[in-house]
Each structure stands twice: as C-alpha cells, then as structure tokens.
C-alpha cells in the first residue's frame, strides 16, 4: 500500500514538473516583471525563479531547492506583493529575518517579525497584522516554534485565514524539518499541520539541500508529499576542485597554507576552514609569524570581535580568514579566490557549503582540501552520537580517496543531479591530471590480513585505532600485535587510504570508546569482511594521485594548477607527469 501511494505521488510530482512554470501568460505575468525592475530593482530573473514565483501564485504546494546565494528569498519575497493579503514565512535564525526585514524595509517594503527577543508591545502588534485587515503589512517573519508554543499566534493566523488574507506560507531552510539533513530542528515538526489547517493555502519550502531522502521526508512531515518540486543545478562551473595530501605535522600545514597565501592566491581574498577553534587560532598566529595578514574567526569570540575580523577581511585587511564553520552565515563577499579545507568537512553538504563561498563573483576561484586519513577518526568521535552522520561523513572521505572519477561527478551524485564531462571543462584536479589515474590494486589478500590482526589482538583483548592497525600492518609497534607475514609493498599513506576505503564499504567499522576526556574510535571488523571468506571474493581498489605539494603549483595565475607557467605548461606538465608515472612505479613495483 505505502509503494503505491509512493508510487503516486512520485507521478503527481512528475506531472506537476512536466508544466512550463517559467510561461509569461499568466494574469500576473505583468505585474510581476513590474515588481522586480521597481521594488527589487532586477533586471532578469535567476534560473527558477520564474517557475517558483508562478507555481505559488497558482497556488501550487513547491518546494525550491537552489544552491545557497542563487535567490530564493525572492521567490516568496515577490509573489508576496502581487496580490492583496499577507505572507507568512517561517525561518530558523532570527539573525537572517533581521536581515531580510531590514533589506525589505530598504526597498519601501513593509515587512515585520516575531521574535524570542522582542518587547511585549512589538509582539502584540506584530501579532495585531495578522488579525487587522488594514495592515500593510506583506511578509510576516516567525521562528517555528511560534506554531509549536504560541496559541495567541495560532488563533490569530486562524483568523487571518478565516479573513481570507493568508496568501501563503513560505518555509526557509525547510530542509531542518528531516532529521536526515544536516540541520535538524524539531520544531519544524510542527509545521506538518499547516498543509490541512488552511487548504488552498499555498506552502513554498526553499533549501540547499537536494538529497530526494531528505526532500522526500520534507514533503511527508509538511503533508505535501507530490508536491511540485523546482530545482536548479548545483554545479558551480567557476569552482576548480583540489585535494592535497596534508603532512603529518601541523608546522608542514602551516607552511604550505604560507606558500599558497604568499604565491598562488597573493593579493587575493579567502578562506581558510579549520575543524577547531583550537586549530584556527594556532593557525591564525603562526600566518601572522610569517608576516601574512590573516584574522581569526570562531564561535568562542565575542560578537564585537567577530563583526571587526570580518570587516577587515571585507576591506581587505586581511588576506584571509583562519575560521571554524561558524564562519558561514551572512558571507556575501562576491570576489573570495580560494577556501581552503585544513580539515575534511562533515559531510558533502557542508563541504559544498564551504567550498561554496568562493566564485560567487563568477569568476574563476579554488577550493583546495587537505585530506588525511587521521581527520577522519577527529571527525567521527565528534559527531558519531547524531543520526546518519558518520555516512555523511563517509561520503566526504570517498570524495577525497577518488582518484578516478570527476570531483564533480561525486558532487553531483550528492544532489541527485548528472553532469557530464563538459560541465567539469576540466576544472578539478583529476580531470587535468596528464594520463589520468590508472593504477588499481586488489584487495583480497590485504582484508586477509587486516581480519587476522584484529582477530589477534581481539584474543589479547586489546582494541586497536587506526593508526595502531596500521602500524601491526607494516610490522611496526608493539610485536604481539604485528602480523606475522610479510609487510605490503607500499607505501603507509597507501595503506591509509585502504584502511580508509574499507571503512567507508563496511569492511571496517568504527567502535567508539568514552574516557574522561574524550573519545576514542577504535576499529573493528565490519559485517562485509564475512564476504572475504566466499570463494570468489574480489575487491578492487584505485588508488588516486598523491598531489605532493610543489613549489612549481604555485604560480599566481588565474589558470589550472597543471598548466600554471604559461609558455613553458607543457614542458612541465610532462615533467611532472614523468615524475608521477616514476613515483607510481616505484610504488607498484613494489607492490
Ligand atoms: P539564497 O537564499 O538562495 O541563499 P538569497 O535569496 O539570499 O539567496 O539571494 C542571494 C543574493 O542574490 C542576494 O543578494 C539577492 O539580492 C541576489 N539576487 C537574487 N535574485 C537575483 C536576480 N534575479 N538578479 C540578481 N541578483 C539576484
Ligand atoms: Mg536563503
Ligand atoms: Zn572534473
């Protein structure tokens, strides 16, 4: 029965998509193109943008899913001042309704909100709109938990209803009502009865996140399963995508984070995003030892502080941000060059958020990750405890253990879209690798051995992490845990990586341990090893490029980092292609 009704709305949903929204026919085709030239001050729309103002005009329950920065406030924004009556929009942060209250009110269009922090009488009368039929008011801004917590504001959205004034609700960042994104709040819950409670009433969900398992369950919690969904692409063609192997020692860190400030990206504005504030500091200090002009940014600052770094890096004071992902909100700086990843992101979806920041201008701009299989292990004991997130965080490590594919396939795979190779024009690093990547080694015999050493240390009862797993591996550390074969004939970062890919195909699996101070995460088998034991196991492994980092990368142009020395490119593209060929034999040769 529940495949059917999937069934049926996935056909509704179809049916629904297959009508050209983005038509200049309508009644309000006019008065809409009116609106954006004299209220908004906009020559064109944005793609989407026209189909999602006309479907809820039509009165159609959509959800938009545009990648962050694309123009979805407008989508409700607009439509909210081609008919007489009010809009209601619920948004998670009281920060961004300030925003767009305060933006709104710039373009002479009167809008209001409902806050925790307001006085008595401003909450009166913001809640008086709902109920005063001569109220100019167009949008009312309101935090979810108003439905959940406020029955003055539900019998008066009631009455406004009634009053035949409710225009629609629009539900911003409506991605946090499943607790499969990456932004859960449980108060959006509450808005599941909405769709009933007022029929005819148009809902309008905007997000960033795409995954059909978290829109699906967006629909399912707001009662609007079918509904009209209107997504633009999320390929960024600007962005040009890199992983680094990052060194062991934080000083070789800094030290290349120095050489890509001072060569590459001087004179250029960025980010760079680190996993702590512990680290953002460190960093932060040790860039401004080596003379760059770099501020500091994360949760533990004070407001003042952070408004001033962030000014400065506006004004180009700093070159650069050294920050935590509480650096996020509000960054509409159109010309960041580069975002650097000292650590890996949580997720795919936070690491295109991040990334994200750069290019908004259009023009072209790099996002560089350091990747090592250690971060993985800062990461999970971090954010194990919540729903679903070690596999996002799983998704973020095989975007960097590729070696083989486009990183923006993996990106695209992510938001449910399909992107050929054109729409790369080889901007990531894979595809302008010279020969590409090649080299596959078979993994049978390793996950023999990797079995047999937790097997071992299991009898002594001794857990082991990654790193101690490794060392048995290579026949290093304590000699009761060492396997008793021969040691692999590659190198350990090689053997990091598999350790890594095992883990993210459930060969391994993370066992997480409390101490007083912290959390450990020790490995175990995973419920595949058993496959290793059917007589036609095979398991395939590719191992990507070590991009070690070199001087010659490091030219300040705007050109790939394959070809960054114009004239002489070729030569050094074959030199460097030579010196990898020469690196991978001597690895495979070994192998
Ligand atoms: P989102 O909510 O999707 O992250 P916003 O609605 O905050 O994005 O819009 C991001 C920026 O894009 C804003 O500065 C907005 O004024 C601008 N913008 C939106 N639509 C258009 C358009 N059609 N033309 C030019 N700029 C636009
Ligand atoms: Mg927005
Ligand atoms: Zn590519």
Redesign the pocket.
């Known amino acids: 029965k529940n495949s059917l009704k999937n069934t049926i709305n996935k056909l509704k949903s179809e049916t629904l998509a297959s009508v050209n929204w983005a038509g200049n026919d309508y009644e309000w085709s006019g008065e809409v193109k009116k609106i954006?030239n004299s209220f908004?001050k906009?020559?064109?729309?944005?793609p989407k943008?026209l189909s999602a103002i006309n479907s809820t005009l039509s009165s159609q329950h959509a959800i938009v899913v545009?990648?962050?920065?694309?123009?979805?406030?407008?989508c409700y924004q607009l439509p909210a001042l081609v008919k007489p009556g009010l809009t209601v929009v619920v948004s998670p942060l009281i920060s961004l309704m300030e925003d767009q209250v305060r933006s709104l009110s710039n373009k002479n269009i009167p809008a209001k909100l409902i806050t925790s922090s307001s006085t008595k009488e401003e909450t009166s009368s913001a809640l008086n709109i709902l109920k005063d039929k001569s109220s100019n008011i167009k949008l009312l801004y309101v935090t979810p938990e108003r439905f959940a917590k406020s029955k003055r504001f539900m019998s008066n959205l009631q009455k406004c209803f009634t009053d035949g004034r409710l225009q629609r609700i629009a539900i911003?960042e409506v991605h946090c009502c499943s607790q499969w994104g990456h932004d859960f709040r449980p108060d959006y819950k509450y808005l599941g009865i909405l769709a009933n409670m007022f029929p005819g009433i148009p809902i309008l969900g905007?997000t960033?996140t795409a995954t059909s398992h978290v829109l699906n369950d967006v629909q399912k919690i707001l009662n609007i399963q079918g509904c009209l969904l209107i997504k633009s692409t999320f390929n960024r063609p600007n962005l040009f995508y890199k992983i680094l192997e990052k060194p062991t020692s934080q000083e070789e860190c800094i030290a290349i984070i120095e050489k890509l400030l001072k060569f590459r990206y001087k004179g250029e504005s960025g980010i760079i995003y680190t996993n702590s504030i512990k680290d953002s500091e460190e960093i932060s200090v040790a860039l401004r030892k080596r003379g760059l002009k770099v501020g500091c940014y994360h949760a533990n600052l004070d407001a003042d502080t952070r408004s001033k770094v962030h000014i400065k890096w506006h004004e180009k004071q700093y070159q650069a941000i050294v920050a935590t992902i509480a650096f996020g909100m509000g960054i509409?700086k159109p010309d960041v060059r580069f975002v650097i990843h000292h650590t890996i992101s949580k997720s795919m979806e936070n690491y295109y958020q991040e990334s994200g920041r750069a290019g908004r201008d259009g023009l072209r701009a790099e996002c560089v990750t350091l990747y090592r299989m250690q971060d993985i292990f800062k990461l999970s004991t971090m954010v194990f405890s919540s729903a679903g997130s070690l596999d996002h965080l799983y998704g973020m490590v095989k975007y960097c253990l590729n070696g083989t594919l486009c990183r923006r396939q993996l990106i695209a795979e992510h938001f449910d879209e399909d992107w050929g190779d054109s729409d790369c024009n080889k901007m990531c690093d894979v595809c302008c690798t010279p020969g590409g990547r090649t080299k596959e080694i078979s993994l049978e015999n390793h996950c023999e051995t990797i079995s047999q050493i937790i097997d071992n240390a299991e009898k002594q009862d001794i857990k082991l992490t990654a790193q101690k797993l490794l060392d048995s591996w290579f026949l290093k550390g304590p000699v009761n845990l060492r396997h008793k074969g021969k040691e692999p004939q590659f190198l350990r970062v090689i053997g990091e990586d598999v350790i890594a890919y095992l883990l993210t195909e459930g060969y391994l699996v993370e066992d997480f341990h409390y101490t007083a101070y912290s959390t450990i995460s020790y490995l175990k088998k995973g419920p595949n090893m058993d496959l290793i034991n059917d007589s036609d196991f095979k398991l395939n492994m590719s191992i990507r490029k070590y991009s070690k980092f070199e001087l010659d990368t490091l030219a300040p142009s705007a050109n790939g980092w394959e070809n960054s020395n114009g004239a002489t490119s070729e030569n050094k593209a074959k030199k460097r292609k030579s010196s990898n060929t020469d690196e991978l034999k001597s690895k495979s040769s070994k192998i």
Do not use: V
């Open positions: 954006l908004f906009l020559k064109h729309f944005r943008q545009m990648p962050t920065g694309a123009g979805k406030s407008l911003d905007l960033a509409d």
